[in-house]
């Protein structure tokens, strides 16, 4: 190869080494790690052998919570659609001077630190909390009403942290529209309800599953909002990763749950992958 | 506009009306919560929640005063600094690759680099605890510092490759015509011209190791604490003022710093 023919392999080298090193290999070795023996002394061994997975197939609860993640995250997915579906197309397609400013404002609570946001609903919600002193106040209640550690503050902190993903997908989407598409429609006798209907929210739609994709699988795979916002019956899979890894070091079977997580969350993704592009993921990233 | 001319005067105004109410109501969930947290930052309650009883920098104070605290931001900064630097030449190196050539196997490599974006930060956090240790690794700053380098590689090759794809080849092909020699053309051309992408690259890696915790919580040693995993672990106890006012740091700063860095990315275009 010329010099000049090897030039982009040379400036990749350095990323695609890392990556190979540092995300595929270990990915690669916690497979193998399944399968490790964990002696009565608590020494791993490599081994081939399938007590781990066996002790997690046979255990129910292990199915429990992976369904009760997956749960909360489908339901947050679906409250970011709710909230965020208008609000793209209010911002994409309302007459307003400052869209702009709009935009750059929904994204600044993009940048406040993450354990600072999610803990925030804390604040909000707490028996002392902004909610409960609104409603005290007001005198709606005399008794605060228990708003926290419960799956409902668990489902508010994740959407606090997804929405936003949702809104630049979506708006995104909505505005590569092609406006003429939306008047031919129109003109064409088309009611503004099935002109959204027949015309804009399919053309949406890259833009809704990307959001939706993003929302499930960062949802799912979340385990600082759980454990600060969920209660004591709050069932969260990389709860379960964390606990084996860095309370039980039990790592063989974290091995196991991890390699679960990720066959999980790669099946919806590999579904996902089939009726839409996961290209537009990648690139609503760069936004 | 064209949506305006296909519609009939009066018509919709119900449904545009209910749009902007059920938006107005978005944007105050989304920034209710953090000025809850500044406001509560200076309450001087001492049980760190309503009602307000009365204004107080004391809190403010006490933070400043607490070591750990310090500590934590000075591990956060560090690891921040030291991990975007990595990523941003690593990711600077592969956009340049990825925008300015084409070859063989362009798409796959692409997406390749931009796996890890879906890849749940718990596994990734097991993953290379495990990989490391076998190697003869323990947790360390190290691990740290490799882990939040490879966390937000695909973020900077990812942005910057957007914000590179107006640099036009031109400008150094007539450098090289002028007689600049390769190392030349890159110092005096080429640099000047991604500096703000390096910097909004470098920004935005940075920004990322410093928020993050998922992760940060498998690779730290016991003992060391960054801001982040700080917080968490004082939440743990109970929420108290002193941490709201760590928050209203936070916030100021994550908030203050891509502003800045923003403005100077593009000062510095304007006089160049």
Redesign the interface.
């Known amino acids: 190869m010329s010099r000049a ?1 090897a ?3 040379l ?2 080298s ?3 080494l ?2 190979s090193l ?2 595929v ?3 690669v ?2 497979l193998a ?1 399944s399968f490790w023996l964990r002696t009565a002394e608590g020494l791993d061994v490599p081994a081939f052998q399938f007590g781990n997975w066996a002790n997690f197939f046979s255990d129910e609860f292990y199915w429990l919570a992976l369904y009760s993640t997956f749960k909360t995250a489908l339901i947050t997915t679906a409250v970011c659609i709710v ?2 579906y ?2 793209a ?3 994409a ?3 307003i001077k400052n869209r702009g400013l ?1 935009l750059f ?2 994204f ?2 993009f ?7 999610t ?6 919600l ?5 909610v ?2 609104v409603l005290m106040g007001i005198g709606i209640t005399d008794e605060p009403f228990k708003l926290l550690y419960n799956d409902f503050s668990v489902i508010m902190g994740l959407v ?1 942290f997804q ?2 993903y949702m809104i630049i997908n979506v708006y995104v989407s909505l505005d590569g529209i092609d ?2 598409l ?2 031919a429609a ?2 064409l006798g088309c009611t ?1 309800w099935q002109s959204f209907r027949e015309v804009t929210l399919p053309l949406s739609l890259p833009g809704l599953g990307a959001g939706s ?1 993003l929302c499930f ?1 960062l949802a ?5 909002t759980p454990r ?1 916002l969920g209660g004591t019956d709050t069932l969260f899979f ?1 709860d379960l ?2 606990e084996a ?2 309370s039980q070091l039990d ?1 063989p079977f ?2 196991v749950l ?1 390699v679960v ?2 066959v999980a ?1 790669g099946l919806v ?1 590999a579904v996902y992958n089939r009726f839409m592009s ?2 537009d ?3 609503s ?3 | 506009m064209s949506m305006a001319a296909a519609r009939q005067p009066g018509e919709g105004r119900i449904g545009w009306a209910l749009l902007r109410l059920w938006s107005i109501a978005v944007y105050l969930f989304m920034f209710a919560p953090i000025v809850v947290v500044i406001l509560l930052a200076f309450n001087s309650s001492r049980s760190g929640a309503f009602p307000m009883e009365g204004f107080s920098l004391q809190w403010f104070g006490k933070l400043f005063a607490n070591q750990s605290i310090v500590d934590a931001f000075k591990t956060s900064l560090i690891l921040a600094g030291t991990s975007g630097a990595l990523a941003t030449v690593i990711g600077i190196m592969a956009a340049l690759a990825l925008v300015r050539y084409s070859f063989k196997g362009k798409e796959g490599i692409q997406t390749f680099l931009s796996l890890p974006l879906l890849m749940p930060e718990v596994v990734m956090g097991v993953a290379l605890l495990m990989f490391l240790k076998f190697i003869s690794m323990p947790r360390s700053f190290a691990v740290l510092l490799l882990g939040h380098t490879i966390l937000s590689l695909p973020y900077v090759v990812l942005v910057v490759q957007a914000r590179l794809v107006g640099l036009r080849a031109s400008y150094e092909e007539a450098a090289w015509t002028l007689g600049a020699n390769r190392l030349q053309t890159f110092f005096e051309v080429t640099l000047p011209l991604i500096s703000p992408a390096i910097v909004g690259g470098f920004l935005f890696a940075a920004t990322l190791s410093f928020d993050n915790i998922t992760a940060t919580l498998f690779w730290k040693k016991p003992g060391i604490e960054t801001v982040p995993t700080k917080i968490f672990a004082m939440l743990r106890t109970s929420i108290s003022p002193e941490i709201n006012a760590l928050g209203a740091v936070m916030i100021v700063i994550t908030i203050l710093l891509p502003l800045i860095g923003g403005y100077m990315v593009r000062r510095f275009a304007k006089t160049k």
């Open positions: 023919l030039r982009p392999y400036l990749l350095p990323a695609i890392s990556l540092l995300m290999a270990p990915v070795f916690v790690y909230l965020g208008p609000t197309y209010f911002l397609r309302a007459e709009l404002l929904m600044l609570p940048w406040v630190s993450y354990i600072i946001r803990m925030s609903w804390i604040n909000v707490g028996k002392n909390g902004f409960n002193a606090y929405l936003p406006r003429n939306e008047s129109r003109v503004p994709l699988v799912a795979g979340s385990y600082v600060l990389p990763i964390y890894i860095i790592w974290g091995a991890s997580m990720l969350l993704i996961l290209s993921v990648y690139r990233f760069a936004r």
